[in-house]
């Protein structure tokens, strides 16, 4: 167990890295990873009412922060990296209801029943599997009566078979090179792979984790959240839930 919190706590800090880059330009990838991702902004939005209170988890440099804070009555953007929150403090310096905190996905610092909705994209990945019950449970607690939870999560399922296997096989290949021959406590879903990010001069190894649409079903559901949508798109599973009532 120590050998393992030891491992999680060095990844914690590579996931910081290139986050942490001093870098001016815009979001590599744009505003939004695709479609899908604007689409699903639009519904978590159109599900809340207009005077929502939303939590914009792990907000990185506010790219979507900007746009939830043009539709609901307040957003509240939480980072651990606090250069992205400089970015984006900047991005939002011409609206008014919008906070920023610095704090860890993983020690939440707000009240039971504080936010009608929480957007979460393109973090989960980050979450080690013996941690994702402790995190989704304390979401459902931050979260109002039925409140609203977007997710954006990495998999290596595709609507392609072909595809899906193809990815499955290159998970596998870099969880046992991790695993067995370098040794590290990894469990099943994590790995390690080579990351260069020209536009801020780094480049290193790169903590992930990806999820099944059956695994993160049986989580969503045993952490007290109802799926209300959920599909599949570019390397990504995009689900809408609530807060079970009762």
């Known amino acids: 167990m120590a050998k393992r ?23 590599a990838g744009g505003e939004f990873r695709n479609q899908v991702e604007e689409e699903y902004l639009h519904q978590i939005v159109d599900k809340t009412e207009t005077n929502a209170v939303i939590l914009d988890l792990a907000c990185g440099d506010g790219r979507h922060t900007l746009r939830l804070a043009e539709r609901v009555a307040e957003v509240v953007g939480l980072d651990l990296t606090r250069n992205s929150l400089v970015k984006a403090k900047k991005k939002c310096l011409v609206i008014d209801n919008v906070i920023f905190t610095h704090g860890s996905i993983f020690q939440l610092p707000f009240r039971p029943n504080t936010f009608d909705g929480i957007w979460f994209s393109e973090a989960f990945e980050y979450v080690p599997p013996d941690k994702r019950r402790t995190l989704l449970t304390s979401l459902n607690n931050v979260l109002k009566g039925t409140g609203i939870l ?7 399922q595709n609507p392609s078979i072909i595809t899906s296997l193809k990815r499955l096989w290159t998970d596998c290949k870099l969880f046992c090179y991790w695993k067995f021959i370098r040794r590290k406590p990894l469990l099943w879903g994590e790995f390690l792979y ?26 969503l559901e ?12 570019d390397e990504c599973i995009y689900v809408l839930c609530r807060k079970a009532s009762g």
Do not use: Q
């Open 5 to 27: 919190e030891r491992f999680l706590s060095k990844m914690m800090e590579n996931i910081r890295l290139p986050y942490e880059a001093k870098w001016e330009g815009p979001a």
């Open 150 to 156: 977007y997710m954006s999560v990495e998999t290596w």
């Open 194 to 219: 080579y990351s260069s990010v020209k536009r801020i001069d780094w480049s290193g190894w790169h903590y992930h984790v990806h999820t099944s649409k059956k695994t993160l079903c049986n989580l």
């Open 222 to 233: 045993e952490c007290g959240f109802t799926i209300e949508k959920m599909e599949l798109s």
